[in-house]
């Protein structure tokens, strides 16, 4: 037992720590984003009805699993990613092919509007990915999302994510995000080419295998 | 006819500050972000449009501040397998490779025309007729719902000048493979009509909706359209239209278009299978009247595309099969072929990029047909003074076959290779070769005056880019 406990205080430390990194500077975002007025409340649902639903969907819940559903999550959130798009400090390679494009021209207000619709909408359960034994990579997932990986020091997705996976004011919502999507971004992060300082340390010594078991656990969510 | 392949265009990278990628695994061929783009009207701005409102509000105008313009152009190296006969010397040969330089220009225009109204027109220069010409062109009205169920509905109409120019897919005629081939090449005998065989000669309204971006549907109608310089148009008037007995093969009323596909989209892979078709009734004119009898082509296609789209690797795998059944009333009337005919249309080919960098493509082209000593002559060609296709008994005629068969069938099995390399992604150099197993009906002698199937091969090199 002595052999499990202490890697797993030293994840929690981890968490703890990754969460006041995180805190400190979603409350630079936060406080960075304008009011949502009722004009601009109906400028973006025309925006998300003309450009944003090609690939999320009208409201949010996309149906090609290339793209992330948007429907249910944190507006802080979203606000944060078109701001790292426009600034073009994310960087990951869907990012560069698609979101700096589109998130070039938009103004903060826009921004914080549109992160406003998105968040208020209702997301739907994600159809679960075909050919893959679902329910076994479901049933591990859980265990890497709620208990960590561990022997490889892999820290529990849950500590920072909510045992729901619904996100926080700190945290993103994972909850029924698409599994292809969010293995994209495991990857991404593990590899460097998304920049995020404390998902980048976390997704280091993730191990493929488990990056897809903890996506189908989270698609599975709803 | 032959049709031109639609591009990709840098004017869609400029007007919505996305890459090309975003749309294309390798141009013209489109991802599934392309498909919603164009079906959704060419909507997707940079968010710079110039927009005027009435005193009440009203929107009056919003169009992109930058005209969405593009130039593309083509110019390509082909050597055949063997030199042609010489149409003017008996027993001479004629050079064995030629360079179109340019081969074609394109100027585009794509992109928001106004709010759900968008276009994607292109005019072409053409150097083998030397002509301009009006390419395939689509301007639709578009727009989305959400349904009561929260599924989502994008419907709209398209008006086009070649069937199935509105379709997001690259397995239907208009933006399907080949998507460059060589013009300086012997063209075999037929093609179903569906096959770009009236392209640019009709226009109509195509009325289309995508369900969850899933399920596709489109129905629409073409008519006769004027064609520019393919056409005396209308003698007594000087008029382009309407046509009388002095143009060839004109569309009779209304020829109805449909198509039905499904995608199913999972992790990097998307999968598609449909099916589409036509019907056209067609008088075939050139001296005798736009009236009574018409050759009736009934068109049933199958299709699909599997793609896988990666950071590293992109691969496509696409295919199509059309079965025409030829109704040709009027044709056979005049003794001009068979009371009935069909033609089968098999195409296959795959594509693999690495870093959207290096290509290879491989295809298989099938089409078969029945025999018809009418409407595909057995006897050689016949040229005389540099002048071909003059009739039997012309003063100075001899034989130089190559584009009739002499099995009256018209036969033609091909492979297409190809390795592409895409320096930038709007600068590609495509090496393509293409191996005739079969032509016109036959492998070897398949003309009777000595040339086979394989002399027709081509060795073609391209550059290509748009700016």
Redesign the interface.
Known sequence: MKTTTRPLKILATLASAAMALVAASTAIAQEAAPAVTPAAAEEAENLAYVKCQLCHGPQGNSISPIYPALAGQKAWYILEQLQAFRAQTRRDPYARGYMWGIASNMSDTQMAALADYFSKQTPFASAPAPFVNVTAEVERGKSVYNEGVPANGVAPCSACHQADAGGSDQFPRLAGQHASYLIKQLIALKSGSREQIVMNGIAGPLQEPDMKAVAFYLESLH | MCAHPAQALPLF?RQ????C??CHTNYPELT??GR??KL?GY??D???DIEVTSDEGKQLVSLPAIPNLALFIMSGYVSLGKALPDSGIPGALSNKDGIQFPQQVSLLYGGKIA?HFGAFAQVTYDSGPDTFNIDNTDFRFAD?R?LPN?T?LTYGVAITNNPSTEDPYNTTPAFGFPYVPPEIAVGSLAGPVINAGLAYQVAGPVFYALW???LYAAFGFFRAAETGSTSPGNPITGSPAPYDSGTSNVPAGNNPYWRLSYEY????Y?LEVGTYGSRFKIYPGGGNALSGLTNNYTDVAGDFQFQF?G?QHIATWKGTYVKEQQSLDASSALGLSNPTDWLSYTSTDFWYWYKRKYGFTLGYISTKGSTDPIAYPSAPTLCAANSCGVAPGTPGAFPVGVTNSANSNPTTNQWITELNYQAWLNVRFTLQYTHYTKFNGGTTNYDGNGRNASDNDTTYLLLWFAL
């Open positions: 990278a919505t500050g996305m890459a990628l975003a599934h972000f919603m783009f959704q909507q997707l940079d968010g710079k709010p989305t959400i929260k989502k969850n971006e899933q989209d999972f992790d990097r998307n789209i950071e």
